[in-house]
């Protein structure tokens, strides 16, 4: 899946040229906490979000800071700290260093940029016009999309057993003990030793990954690091 196949494309753009009220009314409005800033060519400049807006001398939220604080404040600190809280343009206020996407750019890619750079949401765009923006709510409905139905078909015990033990041969943290899967009804029952505890849940989660299988009972067990290095 890409950009383009989860995005929400019906978005809601602030113009650069618009005030803070403009942009406040249209967060409400749209019951959105963000919206991308574009100029007149539809091209983004930046963002702004509820955070921008809050702290605002109309409102008395202004940050107040204590008397050391304001001593060693720097000059620079102190104006942006005023236009913060006292502009009247959005280009004032917004966040200008934005981190957008392709349209054709993975999900695997796009959570890459969440969590790099901490933020909530991208704005995609093509040809340097934005066409959509996914959020972390869109990777949610993504995820939802992929929840398995359930098997075609009934596996018998035999077919499942081998299906779960095929699971296990091709992961690279398989325990170098055996690991003896008895399957009866449709429940995979575990039985052995693994290498920590970490393992025995890696065991656990592949095996209700399987297709036909109803619920996972694991009695494997976590040997003492010092049975792994043979002490």
């Known amino acids: 899946m890409r950009a383009k196949d989860i995005m929400t494309e019906s978005i809601v753009c602030v113009n650069v040229k618009e005030t803070v009220f403009d942009a406040a009314e249209l967060l409400l409005g749209a019951g959105v906490s963000a919206a991308p800033v574009v100029n007149d060519k539809g091209n983004v400049v930046g ?131 055996p690991v003896n899967v008895v399957v009866t009804d449709g429940a995979v029952h575990l039985w052995g030793f693994v290498e920590g505890e970490d393992v025995r849940k890696a065991y656990r989660v592949a095996a209700e990954n399987v297709p036909g299988v109803k619920r996972v009972k694991s009695h494997l067990r976590s040997l003492p690091a010092t049975v792994g290095m043979g002490v």
């Open 47 to 177: 963002i702004v979000s509820e955070a921008d807006l809050i702290h605002r001398a109309e409102i008395e939220t202004a940050p107040r800071k204590s008397w050391l604080a304001r001593l060693l404040d720097s000059d620079g600190s102190a104006a942006r700290d005023y236009v913060t809280s006292h502009a009247r343009k959005v280009a004032d206020v917004m966040t200008r260093d934005v981190v957008t996407a392709s349209d054709e750019a993975t999900l695997g890619e796009l959570v890459a940029l969440i969590e790099k750079h901490r933020v909530k949401r991208i704005p995609i765009v093509r040809d340097e016009q934005i066409v959509g923006i996914v959020s972390r709510a869109n990777l949610l409905a993504a995820l939802l999309s992929r929840e398995p139905e359930g098997a075609s078909g009934h596996p018998d015990d035999k077919q499942l057993r081998q299906a779960v033990v095929d699971a296990f041969d091709t992961q690279a943290w398989k325990s170098r003990w």
